[in-house]
């Protein structure tokens, strides 16, 4: 029995190229296969829990866009209960007051070759700043910069949007923390452990501790536990907060 490549890929039609005996669709903006694989890796680099592959074909969503215009009643009408339609509402409309570096932005839009270690190189106030000798005066290689440079050019639609939603225009030098220091104790809403939520502060400006000392003015506590840094932090008059409080207090 004779087995027939294809040549056509099965999602959006286009022409496969062969290489190294691998088949790649080269459509990578508009094949909806990968664009909904772009998006669930989007949603997982940003925390936005409940995003994965079979919820995202349920209710159509194909781009990063598509997440911003999101609502309860058009999850609803997708199949969705409405208590998890509220809570992937909920999700993004939280990840949004949050808010988002335009370094975690570019990082989480599934760049070749552009992820976290890319993107930590680099210092700017806007993604229309970025140029590719400021890409590679900054230790980024050849290729990551031009496919950078390349997806930034393409997609002004997107980055324009989401200026406006996730706020990706602020700063990425560290701002001063006013003397705020920080220590983290708990389960934390938004991020999966406490070394990624640190790793977060400090880029934000602020000193983080891994435990409470003097030196200490705010305790991160989120998941209302009340052990021996939490009674340490009252016996000494520590202010006691989530995140995203301390972001909004002091911003």
């Known amino acids: 029995m004779k087995i027939t490549s294809p040549t056509n890929c099965p999602s959006c039609g286009s022409t496969l190229e062969l290489v190294n005996d691998q088949l790649f669709c080269r459509n990578s903006d508009e094949c909806p296969a990968q664009s909904t694989k772009k998006l669930q890796n989007f949603c997982k680099k940003l ?21 911003l215009d999101l609502d309860t009643k058009q999850a609803i009408s997708r199949g969705l209960s409405e208590h998890m339609a509220n809570k992937l509402v909920s999700v993004v409309q ?39 000798d400021m890409c590679k005066n900054s230790g980024i290689g050849d290729k990551a910069a031009r496919n ?16 406006v939603y996730f706020k990706i225009t602020k700063s990425q030098t560290p701002k001063p923390s006013n003397g705020i220091v920080v220590c983290i104790t708990g389960k934390l809403t938004d991020f999966k452990n406490r070394s990624e939520a640190g790793k977060f502060l400090e ?7 891994s435990s409470v ?27 006691i907060t989530t995140i995203k409080n301390l972001l909004e207090d002091n911003n």
């Open 148 to 163: 950078l440079i390349e997806w930034i050019d393409r997609n002004t639609n997107t980055i324009t949007k989401w200026l």
């Open 94 to 132: 939280a990840r949004i007051d949050l808010g988002i570096s335009p370094n975690d932005f570019l990082a989480a839009m599934s760049i070749p070759l552009v992820g976290d270690g890319a993107m930590r190189k680099l210092s700017f106030d806007t993604v229309e700043d970025i140029t590719y």
């Open 203 to 209: 880029a934000s400006g602020y000193e983080v501790k």
């Open 47 to 67: 925390k936005m829990k409940g995003f994965g592959e079979a919820t995202l074909d349920k209710l159509g969503l194909s781009s990063f866009n598509d997440l």
């Open 213 to 239: 000392t003097k030196a200490v003015t705010h305790l991160i506590c989120e998941d209302g536990t009340t052990g021996s840094s939490y009674q340490k932090a009252i016996k000494n008059g520590i202010t």
